[in-house]
């Protein structure tokens, strides 16, 4: 089980969707404590963003929502960078 912050732009996103869009906060709960049940092995299975952003990951909210995160594997930490739509995420 890992550790986990989220950073203060996501905190925001969330004030912001819980009031506007209760189904994607709700998608993003359920993802958090998916994410940080993994151990060290199985959290491997997420997929690495392409360069320059190789070094966060991404799972998929919904099918056009994507959360960004970046995992410490020695400190076994988690931290939640962003939410965001599919388009803006890879420019």
Do not use: C, G
Request: positive net charge.
């Amino acid at each position: 089980m890992f550790n986990y912050d989220i950073e203060d732009q996501l905190q925001k996103k969330l004030k912001v969707l819980t009031r506007k869009n209760k189904s994607l906060a709700m998608n993003f709960k359920k993802k958090l404590t998916e994410v940080i049940q993994h151990d060290l092995h199985t959290i491997n299975t997420y997929k690495n963003l392409k360069s320059p952003l190789h070094e966060y990951k991404r799972i998929h909210l919904t099918k056009n929502y994507i959360l960004i995160f970046k995992v410490n594997l020695e400190k076994r930490h988690i931290l939640f960078i962003d939410i965001s739509h599919r388009d803006k995420v890879y420019k």
